[in-house]
């Protein structure tokens, strides 16, 4: 689901299927069980032991993490913040953006220089986060008017390659100005990460990015005007309006 957790198929696969598992095992090996007493008192035994419990409290950990993240998904969701005002001290930067050419969900390639003109929303996402990246990209729907482009740079290459695009576009509705972003090269979608300064951590065991919910916002110049944590919508609206760009045209 959203929140990062199975639904209810999932759960019942996953209860389900380790107890019939279980239930077999009594069933056709129970009379075997008794070697695993035996099998303690050794030391090799032992140690085979202490391996299985060490591999329960890791995967333990890993589940402790997951509901961990469930629940910070879970506890975001657009409210009375949503609306609330771009504090009128935020700063507000004037520093070239790092420009860049990746493919688009169209096979297309695009780059940041080539949309000089108009302002120009640049984050960081990937298709299978389940948390936040579906957020962010639900709330640059909300926020940015037609006429800003909206340049979503995948953060797993590996797995989120051009071919894959359309589909991800269409799962996401993107509108006609919003652009997934990749390459045939993993090392050219991580050089744009590292120029813009986003860090992320993936597990190579499970594909799972940890990454922070930034929003750049670029202005008609190609400078980076504001860079955001997560903003809610509002935000958003005002710092394209502060540009001369969307107040009487955004929803």
């Known amino acids: 689901m959203e929140r990062g957790l199975p639904d209810a198929a999932g759960w019942m696969m996953l209860?389900?299927?380790p107890a019939s598992l279980l239930a077999a095992i009594l069933v056709i090996w129970g009379g075997e069980l008794g070697s695993v007493a035996r099998a303690a008192r050794s030391r090799a035994g032992r140690a085979?032991?202490?391996?299985?419990a060490l591999a329960v409290l890791v995967e333990g950990g890993w589940v402790v993490d997951k509901l961990q993240a469930a629940r910070t998904a879970e506890a975001w969701t657009p409210g009375p913040l949503d609306e609330a005002p771009l504090p009128a001290?935020?700063?507000r930067e004037a520093r070239p953006a790092p420009d860049f050419t990746?493919?688009?969900?169209?096979?297309?390639?695009?780059?940041l220089a080539g949309l000089r003109g108009r302002p120009v929303l640049v984050t960081f996402v990937f298709a299978h986060c389940q948390t936040m990246c579906p957020f962010i990209v639900a709330?640059?729907?909300r926020a940015v008017p037609g006429g800003t482009a909206v340049l979503l740079v995948t953060l797993d290459p590996w797995r989120d390659t051009p071919a894959t695009?359309?589909?991800l576009a269409a799962r996401w509705a993107l509108p006609p100005?919003?652009?997934?972003l990749s390459s045939r090269a993993t090392r050219d979608v991580q050089r744009v990460a590292e120029a813009w300064g986003v860090t992320?951590?993936?597990d190579d065991k499970t594909g799972d990015i940890v990454h922070p919910g930034l929003v750049f916002v670029v202005d008609a110049d190609g400078r980076l005007a504001y860079t955001f944590s997560n903003p809610p919508a509002a935000w958003i609206r005002e710092a394209l309006a502060r540009l001369g760009h969307g107040r009487d045209r955004a929803g």
């Open 139 to 141: 709330s640059l729907k």
């Open 48 to 52: 085979i032991l202490a391996a299985f």
């Open 15 to 17: 209860t389900l299927a």
């Open 177 to 180: 100005d919003f652009h997934v």
């Open 200 to 202: 992320s951590a993936r």
């Open 102 to 111: 990746l493919l688009d969900q169209h096979g297309a390639a695009l780059s």
């Open 165 to 167: 695009l359309p589909g």
């Open 89 to 91: 001290a935020y700063p």
